[in-house]
């Protein structure tokens, strides 16, 4: 079956960085377009960035571009997501996903705190 | 930039009973990408619907979706205990690609 497993999350300072992966199994990786989406504490999912299943188009929401990088290694069935100059207002579980135009599959997500 | 806006943000209804959500759309959504998700504290959100009414695997059919537009509703025909949940509506296409509303909680009367 689909398995999406986050790994990386954690406390980071505002201005900071962190590397988020996500292992996939179940599924031919390199086949289908893949998500980030986050969800801050409280508050409902926003979608922040996806990949098309050969790496060939990425986009990202407004509030992350210049700042997160979304990748992808299909050899190793892993998708990952760098955040780079990290602002408090990105504190949320991070969950990827996997979908075209809505997302089926989630994993379990990871927690990102940023603070200081 | 679409905006979803959901109603009520909360909703109190027995087991049994019928429940209607509604999602309204700030620009035209095309309804082939209208998607609902139910989301249970601690889990990932959940597809229950998408193309506006088709039921995602393992929903039963007392989930059912319409509309078009810029409207669209999530009926649940005759509540089960495992039904309440925050329900979130979700969209793609425009600017932002994807989007979600901010959720309707459905609780326990």
């Known amino acids: 079956q689909v398995q999406l497993v986050e790994s990386g999350g954690g406390v980071v300072q505002p201005g900071g960085s962190l590397r988020l992966s996500c292992a996939a199994s179940?599924?031919?990786?390199?086949?289908?377009?893949m998500h980030w989406v986050r969800q801050p504490p409280g508050k409902g999912p926003e979608w922040v960035a996806f990949i098309r299943h050969d790496g060939s188009d990425k986009d990202y929401t407004d509030s992350v571009k210049g700042r997160f990088i979304i990748s992808r290694d299909n050899s190793k069935n892993t998708l990952d997501l760098e955040m780079s100059t990290v602002r408090v207002e990105d504190t949320a579980v991070y969950y990827c996903?996997?979908?075209?135009?809505?997302?089926?599959?989630w994993g379990q997500g990871i927690l990102v705190s940023v603070s200081s | 930039e679409i905006v979803l806006t959901q109603s009520p943000g909360t909703l109190s209804l027995s087991p049994g009973e019928r429940a209607t959500l509604s999602c309204r759309a700030s620009?035209?959504?095309?309804?082939?990408?209208l998607a609902w998700y139910q989301q249970k504290p601690g889990q990932a959100p959940r597809l229950v619907l998408y193309g506006t009414s088709s039921r995602a695997t393992g929903i039963p059919d007392r989930f059912s979706g319409s509309g078009s537009g810029t409207d669209f509703t999530l009926t649940i025909s005759r509540l089960e205990p495992e039904d309440f949940a925050v329900y979130y509506c979700q969209q793609y296409g425009s600017s932002p690609r994807y989007s979600f509303g901010q959720g309707t909680k459905l609780e326990i009367k």
């Open positions: 620009q035209t959504v095309s309804a082939s990408y």
């Open positions: 996903a996997r979908g075209f135009g809505e997302f089926p599959y």
């Open positions: 179940g599924f031919t990786f390199s086949s289908y377009t």
